[in-house]
C-alpha cells in the first residue's frame, strides 16, 4: 500500500523561507512525474493547483507565480521530493501536498500547512 507523507511547513514572514519534504512509500517513487499541489485557505479540494512538476529525469517546470522563488528536486534512492521556498509572499499561503502528475487520488497525503504572515 501507496503512503505518502508531506511534512517543513510553518510559518514565517513575507520573504522568509521555507523546505518542505515528500515521501512517497511502496517502491513506486522513481518512476513517476511528481509535483507539488497547493490548496488556498477556503478552497475545496478539487481546487488544489499545480504548482511545480519534476520529471523522473530530474527536468522541472514552475508555474509563472512561484518561478524563480521556489526549487523542486527530488532523490530516487530516498523516494522523497523537495520544495524550497524563498521570498515567500502572503498569497503563498497554502496548505501543500505532493502527488503524480497527472493527480492520483491514492497519492493524496494529509500535506503541510505554509502560512506566510507578518
Known amino acids: 500500500q501507496v503512503k505518502v507523507v508531506e511534512s517543513g511547513g510553518g510559518s514565517v514572514q513575507p520573504g522568509g523561507s521555507l523546505s518542505l519534504s515528500c515521501t512517497v512509500s511502496g517502491s513506486i517513487f522513481r518512476f513517476l512525474t511528481m509535483g507539488w499541489y497547493r490548496q488556498a485557505p477556503g478552497a475545496p479540494g478539487e481546487q488544489r493547483e499545480l504548482?511545480?512538476?519534476?520529471?523522473?529525469?530530474?527536468?522541472?517546470t514552475y508555474k509563472d507565480f512561484v518561478r524563480g522563488r521556489f526549487t523542486i528536486s527530488r532523490d530516487n534512492d530516498k523516494d522523497t521530493m523537495y520544495l524550497r521556498m524563498n521570498n515567500l509572499k502572503p498569497e503563498d499561503t497554502a496548505i501543500y501536498y505532493c502527488?503524480?502528475?497527472?493527480?492520483?487520488?491514492?497519492?493524496w497525503g494529509q500535506g503541510t500547512q505554509v502560512t506566510v504572515s507578518s
Open positions: 504548482v511545480t512538476t519534476i520529471l523522473t529525469n530530474g527536468s522541472t
Open positions: 502527488n503524480s502528475v497527472p493527480r492520483s487520488a491514492a497519492l
